[in-house]
Nanobody, 127 residues
Framework: VQLQASGGGAVQAGGSLRLSCAAS????????IGWFRQAPGKEREFVAA????????RYADSVKDRFTISRDNAKNAVYLEMNSLSPEDTAVYYC?????????????????????WGQGTLVTVSS
């Protein structure tokens, strides 16, 4: 599967952005899709993940209640709705696909679990 992230941009603190991840391939619904981010000088970190059916989601504590991940398998797309953005959310955001449905009953939050990656999209939040 090939992935392409888009929707990044510059926004002021408190604002919102919606990222999109477009995928190619007929088996898109077989993959867990995750969003990760990497700020300058920091490790790539987990943000959110959604199951193949869209019924299950998982979030990092830092974005819970502010970000919402969803998917539309008919469009081969995954979205990340980001609200109440803060400068700490500034990073390059990546979407990735994982062939493994779960790890001990949970969606993967480790970047090494994910098999396919899209290019990143930059989100800049100013104070």
């Amino acid at each position: 599967v090939q992935l392409q992230a888009s929707g990044g941009g510059a926004v002021q603190a408190g604002g919102s952005l919606r990222l999109s991840c477009a995928a190619s391939g007929r088996t898109f619904s077989n993959y867990v899709i995750g969003w990760f981010r990497q700020a300058p000088g920091k490790e790539r970190e987990f943000v959110a993940a959604v199951s193949g059916s869209g019924d299950d989601t998982r979030y990092a504590d830092s974005v819970k209640d502010r970000f919402t991940i969803s998917r539309d398998n008919a469009k081969n797309a995954v979205y990340l709705e980001m609200n109440s953005l803060s400068p700490e959310d500034t990073a390059v955001y990546y979407c990735a696909a994982d062939r493994t449905k779960s790890y001990y009953g949970q969606l993967g939050d480790n970047r090494y679990y994910y098999d396919y990656w899209g290019q990143g999209t930059l989100v800049t939040v100013s104070s």
